[in-house]
């Protein structure tokens, strides 16, 4: 069993960054490919970033590719996504996922979610 708890949300200007952290519980956070996912408002949620177990591979949405990064600390069981040049489409709520493959891009795949924290951009 996985809990995954997110934080660093905010309100946050238009260019304006933000970094989102999300920590797991238990001893095999190692053992899990991460994503990050968002879910605006009335649409449904869609991938942003997915980093691989070691943390060696990554991959994102080309809605961020650039301006996001998805990184880990497996020693700290913890994975970021930190976030510059932050646009209103940005808006959304991130959701942090554990999945026993990678890359973890689909709704259906993780085995864990956590409970999202809210970004809110301002333009």
């Known amino acids: 069993q996985v809990q995954l708890v997110e934080s660093g949300g905010g309100l946050v200007q238009a260019g304006g960054s933000l970094r989102l952290s999300c920590a797991a519980s238990g001893r095999t956070f190692s053992s899990y490919a991460m994503g990050w996912f968002r879910q605006a408002p009335g649409k449904e949620r869609e991938f942003v970033a997915t980093?691989?177990?070691?943390?060696?591979?990554?991959y994102y949405a080309d809605s961020v590719k650039g301006r996001f990064t998805i990184s880990r600390d497996n020693a700290k069981n913890t994975v970021y996504l930190q976030m510059n040049s932050l646009k209103p489409e940005d808006t959304a709520v991130y959701y942090c996922a554990a999945a026993r493959g990678y890359p973890v891009v689909r709704t259906t795949g993780p085995n864990y979610w956590g409970q999202g924290t809210q970004v809110t951009v301002s333009s």
């Open positions: 980093i691989n177990r070691s943390g060696g591979s990554t």
